[in-house]
């Protein structure tokens, strides 16, 4: 069974830094992109970005929102997706989700979401 | 950017009901469109990809149509647990961007 267990997240005050870990079971980790899509209180989905697999460079795109704050990392060795943030600000706070991703967008796999919350 | 432009924001409905969504995209995206249905305080669950391919396990009274710019979610009769918002997002150029989102309740 696939599954993607999320953790990280946390009270963080504006400025402050924090990462998250996304750690999957049930396929293999390293053959795919993985993406991180944010929720704010009541609001809508937000893309954050995609970190593409080995064969690809392991290379990320990210939302203008976040570029140059956030970075994506993964250890397939550990099957496990980070997302490392950087100088975060009220409009940060959101439950965010890692998803696998597969035939082009995030597909039926989901972490469960954690909160963070800048404040 | 590519800027999604999802309608109606919501809308309200009977058991029964065929509802169609529509997402139009500010340029080209292709067939590069999935779609997703996310209930209160859970992770959105992916029902469409490739703009008409319906997700493994998905039933069958949904479908999706388009090309271009223009992109419809169709729910062909209306079940309880389909009560949700509904969200699209073009992944043919990033970022990545997603629609406001549906919201569709009881009628």
């Known amino acids: 069974e696939v599954q993607l267990v999320q953790s990280g997240g946390g009270l963080v005050q504006p400025g402050g830094s924090l990462r998250l870990s996304c750690v999957a079971s049930?396929?293999?980790?390293?053959?795919?992109?993985m993406d991180w899509v944010r929720q704010a209180p009541g609001k809508g989905l937000e893309w954050l970005g995609l970190?593409?697999?080995?064969?690809?460079?392991?290379?990320?795109e990210y939302a203008a929102s976040v570029k140059g704050r956030f970075i994506m990392s993964r250890d397939d060795s550990e099957n496990s997706l980070y997302l490392q943030m950087h100088s975060l600000k009220p409009e940060d706070t959101a439950v965010y989700y890692c998803?696998?991703?597969?035939?082009?967008?995030?597909?039926?796999?989901w972490g469960q979401g954690t909160l963070v919350t800048v404040s | 950017d590519i800027q999604m432009t999802q309608s109606p924001s919501s809308l309200s409905a009977s058991v029964g009901d065929r509802v169609t969504i529509t997402c139009r995209a500010s340029q080209g995206i292709r067939s590069d469109l999935a779609w997703y249905q996310q209930k209160p305080g859970k992770a959105p669950k992916r029902l469409i990809y490739s703009t008409s391919n319906l997700q493994s396990g998905v039933p069958s009274r949904f479908s999706g149509s388009g090309s271009g710019t223009e992109f419809t979610l169709t729910i062909s009769s209306l079940q309880p647990e389909d009560f949700a918002t509904y969200y699209c997002?073009?992944?043919?150029?990033?970022?990545?961007?997603f629609g406001q989102g549906t919201k569709v309740d009881i009628k």
């Open positions: 997002l073009q992944h043919n150029s990033f970022p990545w961007t």
């Open positions: 970190i593409r697999k080995k064969r690809d460079g392991y290379t990320a």
């Open positions: 049930g396929y293999t980790f390293g053959d795919l992109y």
């Open positions: 998803a696998r991703d597969s035939r082009g967008s995030p597909d039926d796999y």
